[in-house]
């Protein structure tokens, strides 16, 4: 659990992208706008094992530590149809319960609002939830927590010679912000706090690209495991700039894949290209 990741969400060859090719020069400026989790961080076991914590307040003494393997794999299964963490906690209730992990795929608001109310709680109570497990679980054995991540390979030193390099990049995530700050802190990147752009700014995805795109001068190139984001972004059409691409080794599953391959807007981007996808455009 505390190596860096030997392959992906298991459809890492699934496509493979002809050499990509150096943007030529130009004053306009890459702007490189990047999810977290499935794009630069493997976070799915450590989500499952915060849900589990945080879901013994909730139901006392359902859910004792430390988290049986079998339900940290059945949340991974179900880690394609999550959206934002906190979602997490009615997830980890559900599988508990005995739903299939595959079921998370339809109804997902109706069967998290069923969860809700059947022990009087909201959308705010679940946030607070979540984040304050986390804290607790980093005051009490930061090693460990970090030790729950993995990092996909070659993304940090992608990273890195982006950022050594003067380039324009930006964090887009529901995580909150203090948990990606750790997280890349603690693999050696110091990356500045207000690049990265988390659950805190009550901002969706669409908006803050919008934001991106406010100056008139920046060729954004949006990277994003989840494909339903993808598509909200291509719904508006304030964003027809934005240049899509489809992290295929994120979390999606086949049907995703298959789905951004016959997007003539998205570009499907393997997990072995990006490194040279960051260098070739930055």
């Not at 894949?257 to 290209?273: C, E, Y």
Request: aromatic share 10%; with cysteine.
């Amino acid at each position: 659990m505390i190596s860096i990741l030997d392959s992906g969400a298991g459809n890492l060859a699934s496509v493979h992208l002809a050499p990509l090719a150096v943007a030529p020069a130009t004053t306009r400026k890459a702007f490189f706008a990047l999810d977290f989790d499935g794009v630069i961080c493997d976070s799915a076991a450590e989500t499952g094992a915060s849900a589990w914590k945080a879901a013994e307040r909730f139901w006392p003494g359902r859910f004792p530590s430390p988290a049986p393997t079998e339900y940290i794999q059945a949340f991974r299964a179900a880690r394609p149809y999550l959206e934002t963490g906190y979602q997490a906690i009615p997830f980890i209730k559900m599988l508990r319960d005995g739903l299939p992990p595959q079921a998370l795929a339809t109804g997902l608001d109706e069967r998290i609002n069923a969860v809700f109310a059947e022990i009087g709680q909201d959308k705010t109570s679940m946030v607070q939830a979540f984040g304050d497990t986390r804290d607790q679980w980093i005051k009490a054995n930061l090693d460990d927590w970090i030790s729950w991540h993995d990092i996909y390979p070659g993304v940090l030193e992608a990273l890195q010679k982006v950022l050594a390099g003067g380039q324009h990049l930006r964090i887009l995530t529901t995580k909150q912000e203090r948990f990606v700050s750790a997280i890349l802190s603690a693999h050696g990147v110091n990356f500045p706090a207000d690049y990265i752009w988390g659950l805190e700014r009550q901002e969706s995805k669409e908006d803050q690209l919008a934001r991106l795109l406010a100056n008139g001068d920046n060729d954004v190139y949006f990277i994003e495991d989840r494909l339903e984001t993808l598509r909200r972004v291509e719904a508006r059409d304030d964003l027809r700039a934005v240049r899509l691409y489809y992290a295929d080794w994120g979390y999606g599953t086949p049907g995703h894949l298959a789905a951004a391959n016959a997007d003539d807007r998205i570009t499907v981007l393997s997990l072995g290209d990006f490194p040279r996808f960051l260098a070739g455009l930055a």
